[in-house]
Nanobody, 124 residues
Framework: QVQLVESGGGLVQAGGSLRVSCAAS????????MGWFRQAPGKEREVVAG????????YYADSVKGRFTISRDNAKNTVYLQMNSLKAEDTAVYYC?????????????????WGKGTLVTVSS
């Protein structure tokens, strides 16, 4: 059974930093591309960042470029999202997701498995 479990969310002040993690089990982690998505109240789920199976290719939404960094440790079956210079508009539930497909854009329907999410709240 595939499980993706996010952790590390919480409350942080604007301008601060936070790192969220996603631990995967039940799948060949090293063969899956991974993505971080977020959903704010009343808004659609949107992609934040994506990383290829090897970590050699990454993608960032324009809204987080230069502030967020996605990385992965295949030995630990874990993907990370380092978030710096946080803004109030970054407040959302953050989800990690996995996909077997290689290449292409990261969007919700392209992902095969999802975690349950972790809440990040940025106070202004």
């Amino acid at each position: 059974q595939v499980q993706l479990v996010e952790s590390g969310g919480g409350l942080v002040q604007a301008g601060g930093s936070l790192r969220v993690s996603c631990a995967a089990s039940g799948l060949g982690f090293g063969m899956y591309g991974m993505g971080w998505f977020r959903q704010a109240p009343g808004k659609e789920r949107e992609v934040v960042a994506g990383i290829s199976w090897s970590g050699g290719s990454t993608y960032y939404a324009d809204s987080v470029k230069g502030r967020f960094t996605i990385s992965r440790d295949n030995a630990k079956n874990t993907v990370y999202l380092q978030m710096n210079s946080l803004k109030a508009e970054d407040t959302a539930v953050y989800y990690c997701a996995a996909r077997r497909r290689v290449g292409g854009s990261y969007y919700p329907d392209s992902m095969d498995y999802w975690g349950k999410g972790t809440l990040v709240t940025v106070s202004s």
